[in-house]
């Protein structure tokens, strides 16, 4: 009788441990196709975006959609509005210029509707002497008005060794360009509501009038605008110019630091609207 319940005992414990080992696998087996499942819906989601991003038309060619390469920005505008600067100042437009020449940008428009900003370009001149690193400021040319220099508007087309602009301007210079146009066409001036109609009309040919008429940095779009002076206006700065420009509010000059400057260039890279993701 000991012999019987002995060998039940243990044909009991073998058939639960069976059921425990089947009982594992099974469990197993179902994390595998829960991850494969997961793994094959990632896939899939990726492919759809990838077919997106591809469009036929009518006729069967292949083309691009938009925003599927993101555009490096090229132009960068600076609108401050302050009617005094000090040291601090200076050092802070120093410091976006240096940066701005170090992420590629070709030219900065800085425009200040006030004229304090013209009396500190031989203090801007000099500290971006002493700024760091000399090599990428040394590259930058600073003047005022549309009047680019010829060393720059030689260099437009070449690679990012080229020299960056900077076009200080106040609120006479951003209608130069308007007047040049009038009298080159001899028509009549035209008027911030005129110039933003032809802007969305015919921005292009607009563009290219004002370029021919003004100078080659007047028809460069920007392509985000920095607000200094704590104000969320663009106090008269260039209309024909902003149609396709990114806007942000970055306080007070004095304050500024790269790592806000490099957080506002990654939040441009990521527009949805502007590179589609």
């Keep these: 009788n000991t012999l019987i319940v002995f060998m039940a005992t243990l044909s009991h414990r073998r058939r639960g441990f069976l059921v425990d080992?089947?009982?594992?696998?099974?469990?197993?087996?179902?994390?595998?196709?829960?991850?494969?499942?997961?793994?094959?819906?990632?896939?899939?989601?990726?492919?759809?975006?990838?077919?997106?991003?591809?469009?036929?038309?009518r006729w069967?060619?292949?083309?691009?959609?938009?925003?599927?390469?993101?555009?490096?920005?090229?132009?960068?505008?600076?609108?401050?509005?302050?009617?005094?600067?000090?040291?601090?100042?200076?050092?802070?437009?120093?410091?976006?210029?240096?940066?701005?020449?170090?992420?590629?940008?070709?030219?900065?428009?800085?425009?200040?509707p006030y004229d304090g900003i013209h009396d500190r370009i031989g203090s801007i001149r000099e500290l971006m002497k002493w700024a760091e690193p000399y090599e990428t400021a040394s590259r930058v040319l600073v003047w005022q008005g549309w009047d680019a220099?010829?060393?720059?508007?030689d260099?437009?087309?070449?690679?990012?060794?080229?020299?960056?602009?900077?076009?200080?301007?106040?609120?006479?210079h951003a209608e130069v360009p308007i007047s040049a146009l009038s009298s080159v066409r001899g028509q009549h001036m035209y008027s911030h509501?005129?110039?933003?109609?032809?802007?969305?009309?015919?921005?292009?040919?607009?563009?290219?009038?004002?370029?021919?008429?003004?100078?080659?940095?007047?028809?460069?779009?920007?392509?985000?605008?920095?607000?200094?002076?704590?104000?969320?206006?663009?106090g008269g700065f260039p209309s024909w110019s902003i149609r396709n420009s990114e806007m942000y509010d970055m306080g007070q000059l004095g304050v500024v630091t790269r790592g806000k400057l490099d957080a506002v260039l990654k939040r441009f890279t990521r527009t949805k609207q502007r590179f589609g993701r």
């Design 149 to 153: 220099p010829e060393e720059w508007v």
């Design 193 to 234: 509501d005129e110039v933003l109609e032809r802007a969305l009309q015919a921005p292009e040919s607009l563009k290219e009038a004002i370029g021919r008429a003004a100078g080659p940095a007047a028809r460069m779009d920007p392509d985000m605008i920095m607000i200094f002076g704590g104000i969320s206006s663009l």
């Design 60 to 112: 069967h060619r292949h083309r691009e959609a938009r925003g599927r390469r993101p555009r490096e920005p090229r132009v960068l505008g600076v609108v401050l509005f302050q009617k005094s600067f000090g040291t601090q100042d200076d050092q802070a437009l120093s410091r976006i210029l240096v940066w701005a020449k170090q992420q590629g940008f070709r030219l900065c428009i800085l425009y200040c």
């Design 155 to 172: 260099g437009m087309g070449e690679d990012d060794a080229m020299m960056m602009g900077v076009a200080l301007l106040s609120a006479q």
């Design 21 to 57: 080992r089947i009982q594992s696998i099974a469990y197993r087996c179902v994390a595998l196709f829960v991850a494969f499942a997961s793994w094959v819906t990632h896939q899939w989601r990726r492919f759809k975006i990838y077919i997106a991003s591809h469009t036929t038309s």
